[in-house]
């Protein structure tokens, strides 16, 4: 397994996963059932490069033969750092690359002077727990509700 930074012009490489995230989360809780993610995976992927060019975000990813198998994606903003994505491939967890990439962006926060960091969770996944593990705790219930037109 080998860690690399994407850089703008290989973000493409991580579509295979933003979907297999986007099954996850349509899978793990009934509020998102096919709606996950909210806007086209091209357009999640133009933004991520658009931000890593900007400098705002880093990406790393862990690749083994080739093929992406899992990503962390984390943006700051003066004191304020956010974990956007953590996606470990199916087939890799269980191997301490979801603690690996948590590592890295721990260091990287704290590199870049983060002081808050937040981290989005969807209800029903069990990466909560990870996430627990590395100090972070629920601070506030995001509610949505989707609207169906007629």
């Known amino acids: ?24 989360h349509n899978a793990v809780t009934q509020h998102f059932k096919g709606v996950f993610p909210l806007q086209p995976i091209d357009l999640v992927m133009a933004g991520m490069a658009e931000a890593e060019k900007k400098g705002t975000a880093l990406i790393k990813a862990l690749e083994e033969g080739g093929d992406i198998v899992g990503f962390c994606k984390i943006a700051t903003e003066k004191e304020r750092g956010s974990l956007d994505y953590l996606y470990v491939r199916e087939d890799q967890r269980g191997k301490g690359y979801g603690r690996l990439l948590m590592d890295w962006a721990m260091a990287a926060f704290q590199q870049r002077g983060a002081r808050f960091i937040d981290v989005n969770v969807v209800l029903g996944n069990p990466a909560q727990g990870l996430y627990e593990a590395y100090g972070f705790v ?7 509700q989707q609207i169906q037109h007629f």
């Open 1 to 24: 397994m080998k860690e690399i930074f994407l850089s703008g012009k290989e973000i493409f490489r991580l579509r295979d996963c933003l979907a297999a995230l986007a099954e996850h």
């Open 138 to 144: 629920p601070r506030t219930l995001v509610m949505s």
